[in-house]
């Protein structure tokens, strides 16, 4: 036992010795996490919008002074005629166009009826799309203001609401994919390479032939790896805490439990890389693109799993990320507990023990 803690002592100097591993390790999470909190947003604020007002009366001006004033837009140029629209977004100067026709007011006030056209650049269809939507949110709520107290034979009021997320925060769904990414990239990735490092070098011979068992050797070259991607866990709940204001509704117990289970599957998954390569390009090309992309597009952080085919669906169930995800959400976000994420849990328990029995046997095979 003396001797391996001797070999994990070493493996933790050769990784604090190695600034640019540390600096992706450590660094690569607080980058993400302001980026992804700051800048990278799927949020619609301060929209660039033009108005082309054929009216010139009391309601259109206070409309466009709503429109304004919202958070969403920027009216930052009045139009003159139709024909400027379309040479507005060529030049991408707006995002969409509010036209007011003719008499806007008087077919308001006399016929209870007015039209309003909103024209957005659908380049960006979803962007667009958001974009009418809170367009015609203001719209019906200057309505609403200007009729609330008139009574109409017919009437249906639809009251909404949004469950976990009230104030439709973008952190709520990226801070657990954040997680989810940082720990499958970095545990595969750091632990394949480490291990393939050694092979270049001809040092893993020397590494193997030692008074420990050659397994234990392999895994206390993992454990160090452990021990970081668990302090970028801390990270990242410590930057989606302070700096972005997201509750954590569930046990935080329950959370970092979780996220050591997820951690032993990218570990073990480095390991099964590891024992397949022997260049550390390769290592680096497989953790990178291999994980990288499946992580992205089947764990249901940036695109929905439901909107895919049912093969593509029935493929997301083989990549851990997917699991780890739903987990991490449903703690975080919805604030349950294990009764509802025991199948999540178990299914990434397979996953290690399979990647682990994998690893291990070509790792034996090769040694024979």
Sequence with gaps: ??????????????????????????????????????????????????????SHDETTQLLTDRFDQSRYFSVTKNLTRESQIEEAFRKNELRMV??????????????????????????????????????????????????????????????????????????????????????????????????????????MEILLVSPMRPLMVVITKAIPYLLLCFIDVLLILLLAYTVLEM???????????????????????????????????????ISLVGLMMPALIFSGFMFPLENMPLPMQIISNLVPTKWYYSIVSSIMVKGLGIKFIWKQTLILVAMTVFYLAVAMKKFKIRLE
Excluded: C
Excluded at 109 to 133: C, E, K, W
Excluded at 143 to 171: A, C, D, H, R, T
Excluded at 175 to 188: D, H, Q, S, Y
């Design 1 to 54: 036992m003396k001797l391996f803690f001797s070999f994990i002592r070493k493996e933790f100097w050769h990784v604090l010795r190695d600034t640019r591993s540390l600096v992706i390790l450590l660094g690569m999470p607080v980058m993400m996490m302001l980026l992804f909190g700051f800048a990278l947003s799927n949020e619609v604020k301060n929209s660039n919008i033009g108005v082309l007002d054929l």
């Design 98 to 203: 509010v036209i007011f026709p003719p008499k806007f007011r008087e077919g308001l006030l006399h016929n209870n009826q007015a039209q309003i056209r909103l024209v957005g650049d659908a380049t960006d269809p979803n962007t667009s799309n958001i974009m009418i939507n809170y367009a015609s949110a203001i719209l019906r709520d200057y309505q609403n203001e200007l009729f609330g107290e008139q009574k109409l034979p017919y009437q249906i009021n639809v009251e909404s609401s949004m469950l976990y997320n009230p104030k439709l925060s973008s952190s709520f769904n990226f801070v657990p994919g954040v997680m989810t990414l940082i720990l499958m990239l970095l545990g595969a990735m750091m632990t394949s390479v480490s291990i393939v490092k050694e092979k270049e070098k001809g040092t």
């Design 247 to 285: 509750p954590l509704r569930g046990n935080l117990f329950l959370l970092l439990a979780e996220s050591i289970l997820f951690i032993f599957t990218t570990l073990s998954l480095g390991l099964l890389i590891s024992n397949l390569v022997d260049k550390q390009q390769t290592a680096m090309f």
